[in-house]
């Protein structure tokens, strides 16, 4: 699956304002497709990291999530979608201690993923779409967006993409929709 081999490429845990903790990109040429104990080990490696960050900072985590609690957030999450009532049905009913794990690869695996990425990614670097010059379409941004988050793209290589496109709209329709806009600083 799709999901259990994906890098995480970037990870900024913000909290009152403050960087807790980011992790980078892979080094260039590193595998991506790493056995389940690299994973949970860099999973052990954030969560040291934010609770580190939270003793610093005087808080205290909160509790962990019930099964229903989890469920409903992570479909928000990663596919922007409650999740549908027979998938919370089958997950509460699970017996599977991994069952959560299970569902964050079913997610990241899913088509949702990438559309919600775009959604989310395209309102950041695309201006309002009432300010759009009429002729311009963003769909096609969109769509090339959510196939790179779909097929796992690196980052440097959607950037690189999006730096250096040429031609017209319709010869290189996606990365040539983004438009670098100036945004107010408060």
């Known amino acids: 699956m799709r999901g259990s081999s994906r890098w995480l490429l970037t990870v900024v845990v913000l909290h009152a304002g403050g960087m807790l903790a980011c992790a980078q990109d892979p080094p260039s040429g590193a595998a991506t497709d790493r056995p389940a104990k690299d994973a949970l080990a860099l999973a052990a490696r954030i969560d040291r990291i934010i609770e580190d960050r939270l003793a610093i900072e005087g808080e205290?985590?909160?509790?962990?999530?019930?099964?229903?609690?989890?469920?409903?957030?992570?479909?928000?999450?990663?596919?922007?979608?409650?999740?549908?009532?027979?998938?919370?049905?089958a997950f509460l009913d699970s017996k599977q201690t991994d069952k959560r794990s299970r569902v964050i690869d079913e997610l990241l695996g899913s088509n949702d993923f990438g559309r919600h990425m775009a959604d989310l990614w395209s309102d950041l670097l695309l201006p309002p779409r009432e300010s759009v010059a009429k002729g311009l379409e963003i769909e096609p941004f969109h769509a090339w967006l959510t196939q790179g988050f779909n097929a796992n793209k690196p980052w440097n290589k959607l950037v690189r993409e999006l730096l250096t496109a040429t031609g017209t709209q319709e010869q290189t329709a996606p990365p040539r929709c983004f438009w670098p806009i100036a945004l107010p600083i408060s």
């Open 60 to 89: 205290i985590p909160a509790p962990l999530a019930s099964d229903t609690e989890f469920l409903r957030r992570v479909y928000l999450d990663i596919s922007g979608v409650i999740p549908a009532p027979e998938k919370v049905v």
